[in-house]
């Protein structure tokens, strides 16, 4: 990938990258395969996507890549996807790790299958001291759930006197989330087209700029990433002040 002829903004890259990866299923419909073929050439896409965030030094990349209302499909399909993310692991752990990268999930990945946990188990373990970036799989994730969760941890801390309600900022309720102190997504990117946020990231992205592409998951290259990157750095982000402009 060519970084240095773009005329990207080195001092003006966002810190985090969050995507929903949607289409995959239409991809695998225009071409007349089963949806879980998509699925599996998503999880090229992953691969390619994680590679470019190194490249451009992006700190946190975050994907969105089973919700906790992804369990309402096909059987079939939840247990494809289940053993895509193992496979996943399996295949792309060891280079993760030497490359610095640092795994983390989002959501309750507690209730996934036994393998998957495992899978999931080592994979935190194993990176958890990596620096370079943080790569954040939300499995089984959902916004609501985790808001909810923050809140009755929150509330638990509170009846057992180790917090006071007027300590609550909103500082401190991040640190309740998933992402706890990770810094906000600056850019989310959702391909195929779709208008709506999907439960997804709903506390961290109230001043994320949006990205939204025609071109489904499994398609997406890093010179979408790029196009995207280009076109955020064109934002006026006010954060409802006034433009520096
Ligand atoms: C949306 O496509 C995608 C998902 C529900 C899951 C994302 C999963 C991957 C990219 C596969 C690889 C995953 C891992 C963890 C390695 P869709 O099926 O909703 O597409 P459609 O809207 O066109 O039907």
């Given at each position: 990938?060519?970084?240095?002829?773009?005329?990207?903004?080195?001092?003006?890259?966002p810190q985090h990258i969050a995507i929903i990866m949607d289409g995959n299923g239409r991809w695998a419909?225009?071409?007349?395969?089963?949806?879980?073929?998509?699925?599996?050439?998503?999880?090229?896409?992953?691969?390619?996507?994680?590679?470019?965030?190194?490249?451009?030094?992006?700190?946190?990349?975050?994907?969105?890549?089973?919700?906790?209302?992804?369990?309402?499909?096909?059987?079939?399909?939840?247990?494809?996807?289940?053993?895509?993310?193992?496979?996943?692991?399996?295949?792309?752990?060891?280079?993760?790790?030497?490359?610095?990268?640092?795994?983390?999930?989002?959501?309750?990945?507690?209730?996934?299958?036994?393998?998957?946990?495992?899978?999931?188990?080592?994979?935190?373990?194993?990176?958890?001291?990596?620096?370079?970036?943080?790569?954040?799989?939300?499995?089984?994730?959902?916004?609501?759930?985790?808001?909810?969760?923050?809140?009755?941890?929150?509330?638990?801390?509170?009846?057992?006197?180790r917090i006071n309600t007027s300590d609550i900022s909103?500082?401190?309720?991040?640190?309740?989330?998933?992402?706890?102190?990770?810094?906000?997504?600056?850019?989310?990117?959702?391909?195929?087209?779709?208008?709506?946020?999907?439960?997804?990231?709903?506390?961290?992205?109230?001043?994320?700029?949006?990205?939204?592409?025609?071109?489904?998951?499994?398609?997406?290259?890093?010179?979408?990433?790029?196009?995207?990157?280009?076109?955020?750095?064109?934002?006026?982000?006010?954060?409802?002040?006034?433009?520096?402009?």
């Amino acid at each position: 990938m060519d970084i240095k002829n773009r005329n990207l903004e080195f001092n003006n890259m966002p810190q985090h990258i969050a995507i929903i990866m949607d289409g995959n299923g239409r991809w695998a419909k225009k071409r007349l395969l089963p949806r879980t073929m998509g699925h599996r050439e998503g999880m090229k896409s992953i691969k390619r996507i994680v590679e470019a965030c190194m490249e451009l030094k992006i700190q946190v990349l975050t994907v969105f890549a089973f919700s906790t209302e992804n369990w309402r499909r096909p059987q079939n399909e939840v247990s494809y996807l289940m053993d895509l993310l193992i496979e996943f692991l399996n295949k792309e752990l060891q280079e993760m790790h030497e490359n610095d990268i640092r795994i983390k999930i989002l959501g309750d990945f507690s209730s996934l299958p036994k393998n998957c946990v495992d899978s999931i188990e080592h994979a935190l373990q194993l990176t958890s001291e990596n620096q370079k970036m943080t790569f954040n799989l939300a499995i089984n994730y959902g916004g609501r759930t985790e808001i909810l969760q923050a809140v009755k941890r929150l509330g638990q801390e509170i009846s057992e006197g180790r917090i006071n309600t007027s300590d609550i900022s909103e500082e401190v309720f991040s640190s309740y989330l998933y992402t706890n102190t990770m810094p906000d997504p600056d850019l989310l990117i959702r391909t195929a087209g779709e208008l709506r946020l999907s439960n997804f990231l709903l506390w961290q992205i109230a001043y994320t700029e949006l990205w939204i592409t025609d071109v489904t998951w499994p398609e997406f290259t890093k010179e979408h990433l790029l196009q995207a990157i280009t076109e955020y750095q064109k934002r006026d982000r006010r954060f409802g002040g006034l433009s520096h402009q």
